[in-house]
Structures are given as C-alpha cells and as structure tokens.
C-alpha cells in the first residue's frame, strides 16, 4: 500500500525539522537551508503553473469540442426548420384545395344563432 500524502508531507516535515534543529546557528548552514528551501519552493510553483496549464489547455479542448457539438445541432435545427416549414406550405396548400373543393359555407364561431329560435322560442311566448 501506497502511504498517504499527507503522512509523506508529515514526514518530510519532521526531518527538516530534525535537520534545522541539529544544525547550529552559523550563518554557512542558515543560507544552505535557505537555499534549499528557495529551490523547494522553485519547483513547487513551476509543478503548480504545468498543472494549471495543463489543465486549462484540455478545458479549452473541450470548450472547443462542445463549441462544435453547438454548431451542429444549429444546423441540425435549421435542416428540421426548413421541412418543417415545406410541410407545413403543402399542409396549407392541401386544406385550401380541400376548401374550394367542398364549397362549405363559413359559420361564424361558436355561434348559437342556428339553435335560438328552435330551443329557445317557448321562453319567449307572453
């Protein structure tokens, strides 16, 4: 089993600081350390900027790839507009033949007129 990272961080803690502790205080093992640590810290940072480039270059591959899934599901909606609208010019272009053909008179809407004197007409009588 792999250690955790955490653990490994722990680690390396405690021996820097076992090794600054046995060091004494001369000012040759103070910029050793300071040296090290500078370099440490050089790497970390140029680890961190690969990483968030890494990073933002596969996110601009992706945004890329869904820019051209968006494109050609616009097209795809504008082929469907488009027969959507020929059927519905044939669909018209067949009810107003159907019209001329029956010669039906209109009504107006939802018109109770027909039906007036028929049902209505005993109310009426004095």
């Known amino acids: 089993l792999l250690p955790r990272k955490k653990e ?3 680690e390396k803690a405690f021996i820097e600081v076992n090794e600054v502790s046995k060091m004494q ?8 350390l300071k040296t090290r640590i500078k370099n440490k ?15 933002t270059e596969r996110n601009t591959q992706k945004l890329s790839h869904l820019e051209g899934q968006v494109e050609e599901l616009n097209n795809l909606v504008f ?3 488009q027969k959507l609208s020929k059927v519905a010019e044939k669909l018209n272009v067949k ?8 010669h039906l008179p209109k009504l107006p809407r939802r018109s109770i007129a027909p039906y007036y004197d028929t049902t209505l007409s005993y ?3 004095d």
């Open 8 to 10: 490994i961080l722990d």
């Open 25 to 32: 205080n001369e000012p040759q093992d103070m910029h050793k």
């Open 41 to 55: 810290l050089k790497k970390f940072m140029t680890d961190l900027e690969n990483q968030r480039s890494t990073a």
């Open 79 to 81: 082929k469907l507009d």
């Open 95 to 102: 009810t107003q033949e159907t019209k001329k053909q029956t």
């Open 123 to 125: 109310l009426c009588k």
